[in-house]
Structures are given as C-alpha cells and as structure tokens.
C-alpha cells in the first residue's frame, strides 16, 4: 500500500469567485488519480463547490480578511478533501435534512449538505481552533 500524500494544499480568500477557480483546478488534478469520470466530473466538483461556498458565505461571512483552506489528500483507499474556514462551525446533524421532503421542500438552507452527502462517500465536521468539514471519496 502506498503512503497517504497531499496533492494539494491552497488557500483562498473568502471570495465566492475564488470557487470555480480552484474546483475547476481540483478536477484537473482528479483526472490523473484514476478515478470514475463521473466522480472527478460530478461528485467531486458538486460536492467541493458546496463546500467552498459553506465555508465562505456561513463560515466566514464573505469577509475579505479571513481565508479558507483547501487540502486534498490522496492515498490508495481514498481522496480526502479538508475545507477550513475561520467560523464557529455548525451543526451539521441539525442541518443535515432531506430538502426534497414536503417539510423541507421550499428552505433554501441545507441542500449543500444534503448534496455532500449524496455524492461523498462520507462527509465530516470537526471543530477545534479552526471549522473543518472533511469529504471522502473512496476509490
């Protein structure tokens, strides 16, 4: 087995434009890790996004002094992607809601997360001097 190794390791500033940018640098990188075409073209990229935009836009309220780090981390069994803002964090089990259900249907609120879990293989949320939320892809 090989060792785990960071393929990448960014940061951004809390700038919604600064998303596409470096998904669209993610998926580049993707390609080369033989992974299924529809997860470096769908899950990866749709899941990144909403993760990105979480931490920007509810993490750190769009402030421009604060910034947003992006590691990925690729081993033999798995791609682990950490998203850390400058926030408090959430609670994601309290967030985390089926919004195609008729209760949920017309929220905006939690479809990120509903999205994440959809496409990852496990999405996780630690919270300590710095908010993360971890995304796991297994290969």
Do not use: W
């Not at 590691?71 to 992607?81: H, I, N, P």
Request: aromatic fraction near 4%.
């Amino acid at each position: 087995m090989t060792p785990s190794y960071v393929a990448l390791d960014v940061e951004i500033p809390s700038d919604v434009r600064q998303i596409e940018p470096i998904v669209n640098l993610v998926t580049e990188h993707c390609k080369s890790l033989r992974l299924s075409r529809r997860q470096c073209s769908l899950n990866i990229p749709v899941a990144l996004s909403e993760a990105l935009s979480n931490a920007i836009i509810r993490g750190n309220h769009e402030d421009p002094r604060k910034h947003v780090r992006l590691r990925a981390t690729v081993s033999d069994r798995a791609l682990v992607f950490d998203v850390v803002d400058e926030g408090s964090g959430f609670d994601m089990q309290k967030e985390s809601h089926d919004p195609t259900t008729a209760e949920y249907i017309t929220r905006e609120d939690g479809r990120g997360i509903f999205l994440m879990h959809q496409l990852m293989d496990r999405v996780e949320q630690f919270r300590g001097p710095q908010h993360v939320v971890r995304l796991t892809l297994n290969r």
